[in-house]
């Protein structure tokens, strides 16, 4: 290695422009060099990246990127136009995926798609259960019984009541984190009870124009207490990121063991006979919510595949 390299974490891509953190704590913009800025020749740089940078060698020159480590794990979306997966953000330590039982109401096939995103890209994923103040100590338990279930941990939080707070910023060390959930959950509130110093309203970075809402998909990263927090604008909308229906029961960590009893080794668990997950389904063992995200999902990985005359 070149004694002037440093090691680097981006935390925003636009355009050419590579904003990292370097090792010395230095915020520069980078441009991209070489292979790495030939776009659709597979790498792409995005926020998460490790990457070796190079400082310029004489006044005015740029900082350059020189190369780019291998990812630990990834979110990403599905692009139709070319049937392939794109990388939002990488190396996540960890995605939480926050929901409310009560305003908003729960809704089971959202926080069950951000867990299937994280599962495919390899993201360790915890579910925060947010607002327990509303609801009572039943609910909490049964919410907790259904996702400890599928090997999921839960944490209740309240953020109005300052309940829950510690246990989770104690999981927080210094990788990047991701909070994911729909609107109005407590995500921002959240974030901002753990690190006061941030002023952000998650999902939304970059996301008004004159014309309303459009889908940003970029993500970047904020310091977040000892780590970084990933805003992920639009997540909950991508979908599945993979192009393959076999792959996607992998994603539901439960089914594993019983789909092992399946009759046929190509089950889809929907409508075969003999399928040892929906015998699991029905002795209350895989919860019918899990099986109905499921089947979602199932339906549009297949219309996709119908769609690209696969
Ligand atoms: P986000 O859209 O997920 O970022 O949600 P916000 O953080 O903006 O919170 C939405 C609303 O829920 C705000 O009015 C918050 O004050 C409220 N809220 C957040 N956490 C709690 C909580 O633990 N309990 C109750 N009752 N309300 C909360
Ligand atoms: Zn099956």
């Known amino acids: 290695m070149q004694a002037n390299l440093k090691e680097a974490l981006v935390v925003r891509v636009t355009g050419s422009e590579v904003r990292v953190d370097t090792q010395d704590g230095e915020r520069v913009s980078c441009v991209l060099r070489g292979r790495l800025r030939k776009e659709d020749k597979g790498v792409r740089v995005v926020a998460g990246d490790l990457v070796q940078v190079m400082p310029p060698r004489q006044g005015g020159d740029a900082w350059t990127i020189q190369s780019l480590k291998p990812r630990s794990s990834r979110l990403s979306r599905f692009v139709e136009r070319d049937s392939s997966e794109r990388v939002i953000v990488a190396n996540v330590e960890r995605l939480y995926v926050v929901a409310s039982l009560r305003t908003p109401p729960i809704h089971y096939d959202f926080v069950d798609r951000v867990l299937v995103s994280a599962q495919w890209g390899g993201v360790s ?23 400890r279930s599928c090997g999921y941990t839960v ?27 729909a609107s109005g959950v407590g995500k921002s509130a959240l974030v901002m009870s753990i690190d006061p110093g941030l002023d952000l309203k998650l999902g939304e970075i970059g996301g008004k124009t004159g014309r309303g809402r459009h889908t940003t998909t970029f993500s970047q990263l904020y310091r977040f207490g ?3 927090l990933a805003d992920t604008p ?10 393959e229906p076999a792959e996607l029961a992998d994603c539901f960590p439960e089914f594993e063991t019983y789909a092992q ?44 595949a119908k769609r690209s005359g696969r």
């Not at 089950?267 to 002795?283: F, N, Q």
């Not at 063992?285 to 999902?297: E, K």
Request: proline share 3%.
């Open 226 to 228: 000892r780590g970084y």
């Open 125 to 147: 994923a915890a579910v925060v259960l947010n607002k327990t103040d509303l609801v009572s100590q039943e609910e909490i338990d049964g919410f907790d019984a259904l996702y």
């Open 261 to 304: 009893s399946c009759r046929f080794l190509t089950c889809t668990h929907s409508h075969e006979p003999d399928c040892g997950v929906k015998r699991a389904l029905e002795a209350g063992d895989v919860r019918a919510t899990r099986h109905t995200s499921y089947l979602n999902i199932l339906a549009e990985v297949e219309a996709r």
């Open 155 to 181: 944490l209740p939080t309240s953020v109005l009541a300052g309940e829950g707070l510690e246990v989770l910023t104690a999981e927080l060390g210094t990788g990047v984190y991701a909070f994911v959930g």
């Open 234 to 243: 639009g997540i909950q909308t991508f979908g599945y990121p993979g192009s």
